[in-house]
Nanobody, 117 residues
Framework: VQLQASGGGLVQAGGSLRLSCTAS????????MGWYRQAPGKQRDLVAT???????TYADSVKGRFAITRDNAKNTMYLQMNNLKPEDTAVYYC????????????WGQGTLVTVSS
């Protein structure tokens, strides 16, 4: 599966962005999809996940501000980011995990989000 992330950019604090992650094939059977982020000099951290039943989880730092969704018909996952803060600045990566034995999770190429104060 190839994942193409897009939607990053420069935004002022308090603003919004929507990230998209489009897969090269159907995502209906991909068990868990998620967004991760990596700030300069820091490790890659989990931001949000969504499973096939559309159950979601969020990092504490983004709860109430970010929303993850998936559109199986468009093979696309989204991350709506509201009330952005400078500490949200990072490269955001999408991830798809089929949970199949012996199959590693797939990663997109990353999209840069910069939040100015």
């Amino acid at each position: 599966v190839q994942l193409q992330a897009s939607g990053g950019g420069l935004v002022q604090a308090g603003g919004s962005l929507r990230l998209s992650c489009t897969a090269s094939r159907s995502i209906r059977t991909i068990n868990i999809m998620g967004w991760y982020r990596q700030a300069p000099g820091k490790q890659r951290d989990l931001v949000a996940t969504i499973n096939v039943a559309e159950r979601t989880t969020y990092a504490d730092s983004v709860k109430g501000r970010f929303a993850i969704t998936r559109d199986n018909a468009k093979n696309t996952m989204y991350l709506q980011m509201n009330n952005l803060k400078p500490e949200d600045t990072a490269v955001y990566y999408c991830n798809a995990n089929t949970m199949e034995y012996g199959v590693d999770p797939y990663w997109g190429q990353g999209t840069l989000v910069t939040v100015s104060s």
